[in-house]
């Protein structure tokens, strides 16, 4: 496994990580006993950086990745996080960065995830209401207690990024990005790099609509997250479709899949961007890690960005509530 470092914080992970939330949530039905074999096959193929969150579950993800990874701890970074809270009936609340709830949530995953300090430790979306210094003097405070190793933030703007990088050194900011999401090339990824701040893209398959396997949008079972997705609704379905044609016939030319090829164009964008594509099943991680052997040259990122410039998707990410959430 090639690996990589996340901006200047010294945190090396391996070049491509596991996102591990579909293994308990938003993505359908999960089998636990699959999911435990991916996670340990991801350990066997050399990946060392693993995603979870709180909410995912929500809470019982991070028992399973705690769980699995024990025995190899001194070996994985384990990456959380915090802020998006929900309620008794399972409905989010706002996001909550205030300094007590901090230290509450990282106290409680610590003791969900069965270790006694988390690598990686993101507010996963910015609370508007609190100051960003406040939420990251509290994290601060987990990094000197030993807590807590390295500090992130997910889905800010340039100007969050900048103050709370200003209270303690920010070692990534995780936001998604693929190549139906590119926004964070307009300002993000500039404001991290002159910082020193490692990129973690989550999505970076666009939620496996660029692997070529989704067919039609009626495929998803209920409880999957895309069937309120604005992007996989039909009309914005059928359209964003043109650029899966594209991937395949670049796909074909070189022997691989087109996830491979979407994910290999994420890793070319920089050696400080480190995706963490998320599967619940061992078949498409191989694939994935595969793709850190995809070579693209000038030429195919030149027929990429032709297939897939900037600003092509048809419809939102997220449902209006959740963009609402995200820090803009």
Known sequence: MKMR????????????GLGCMGMSWAYGSVDETEAIATLER????????????????????????????????????????????????????????RP??????????????????????????????TP????????????????VRYLGLSEASARTIRRAHAVHPIAALQSEYSL?????????????RELGIGFVPYSPLGRGFLTGRIEN???FEQSDFRRISPRFQRENFN??????????????????????????????QGSDIVPIP??????????????????????????IDQIAPPGFAAGERYPEAAMRSIDR
């Open 132 to 147: 960003i210094e406040e939420t990251v003097g509290a994290m601060a405070e987990l990094v000197r207690q030993g807590k």
């Open 239 to 268: 359209r964003n479709l043109a650029i899966v044609d594209g991937l395949r016939q670049i796909a074909a030319s070189k022997g691989v899949t087109p996830g491979q090829i979407a994910l290999a164009w994420v890793l070319a």
């Open 180 to 192: 139906w999401t590119r926004e964070p090339e307009d300002e993000i990824i500039p404001t991290i």
């Open 5 to 16: 470092r996340l901006g200047k914080s010294g945190l090396t992970v391996s070049a491509v």
């Open 100 to 129: 007590e709830y901090v230290r509450e949530a990282c106290d409680a995953s610590l003791k969900r995830l069965g270790v006694d300090h988390i690598d990686l430790y993101y507010q996963h979306r910015v609370d508007k209401k």
């Open 217 to 219: 949008p009626d495929q």
């Open 42 to 97: 991801a350990v066997e193929l050399g990946v060392n950086f693993f995603d979870t969150a709180d909410v995912y579950g929500p809470f019982t993800n991070e028992i399973l990745v705690g769980k699995t990874l024990k025995r190899v701890r001194d070996r994985v970074i384990i990456a959380t996080k915090f802020g998006n809270r929900r309620g008794p009936d399972g409905k989010p609340i706002d996001p909550d960065g």
């Open 278 to 303: 998320g599967t619940k099943r061992r078949k498409y991680l191989e694939e994935n890690v595969a793709a850190v052997d995809v070579t693209l040259d000038a030429d195919d990122l030149r027929r």
